[in-house]
T-cell receptor, first 114, second 111 residues
Framework: DTEVTQTPKHLVMGMTNKKSLKCEQHMGHRAMYWYKQKAKKPPELMFVYSYEKLSINESVPSRFSPECPNSSLLNLHLHALQPEDSALYLC?????????????FGSGTQLSVL | KQEVTQIPAALSVPEGENLVLNCSFTDSAIYNLQWFRQDPGKGLTSLLL?????REQTSGRLNASLDKSSGRSTLYIAASQPGDSATYLC??????????FGRGTQLTVWP
């Protein structure tokens, strides 16, 4: 299994809703990442987890809250989002997070905030 | 800060042509260089990963080269097919999780 699975594929939410994005991999990878991608732009790093500990937070607003319950699972909890948060949210994983590793991306969750 | 530039931004070619996509980066202290493919509204698929100690990698009809001294990488696609139509991203890797993305080359191969 060389896949990173993201659910849901599409999500529409209001500004007062609370929702969660889920990411799962069974490749034994110990580093997992959240990226945000706006249309026609490259992905931007949000968070990095290494061995289930948050190692990088790229000054992301607190309305985005990541969680890594175990080495296979990564969640992104969403609360009180703004319309400008609408984007494709990509999860990725790599073996340990060292620089020379290949990254595996999920197919993303397309989020629309109304 | 590492900056990655891709040329051209868009490319439209007939099926069967051999293509070269160009990527340049400002900081030669990169750990690796990856080429990804992205279909509209989808995630990224890694095509080739070149370590800093390597000069090129090949996979099927794809060949990627890396010249750290000049800050350049190229992706060569042989005998292009309509299924190759996608956006191709050049990505420089440095420290943990920090990837520097180019803006991509949007490729269209028409039958």
């Amino acid at each position: 299994d060389t896949e990173v699975t993201q659910t849901p594929k599409h999500l529409v939410m209001g500004m007062t809703n609370k929702k969660s994005l889920k990411c799962e991999q069974h490749m034994g990878h110990r580093a997992m990442y959240w990226y945000k991608q706006k249309a026609k732009k490259p992905p931007e790093l949000m968070f990095v987890y290494s061995y289930e500990k948050l190692s990088i937070n790229e000054s992301v607003p607190s309305r985005f809250s990541p969680e890594c319950p175990n080495s296979s699972l990564l969640n992104l909890h969403l609360h009180a989002l703004q319309p400008e948060d609408s984007a494709l949210y990509l999860c990725a994983s790599s073996y340990t997070g060292t620089p020379n590793e290949k990254l595996f991306f999920g197919s993303g969750t397309q989020l629309s905030v109304l | 800060k590492q900056e990655v530039t891709q040329i051209p931004a868009a490319l439209s070619v007939p099926e069967g042509e051999n293509l070269v996509l160009n990527c340049s980066f400002t900081d030669s202290a990169i750990y690796n260089l990856q080429w990804f493919r992205q279909d509209p509204g989808k995630g990224l698929t890694s095509l080739l990963l070149i370590q800093s100690s390597q000069r090129e990698q090949t996979s099927g009809r794809l060949n990627a080269s890396l010249d750290k001294s000049s800050g350049r990488s190229t992706l060569y696609i042989a005998a292009s097919q309509p299924g190759d139509s996608a956006t191709y991203l050049c990505v420089g890797g440095s420290t943990l999780g920090r990837l520097y993305f180019g803006r991509g080359t949007q490729l269209t191969v028409w039958p």
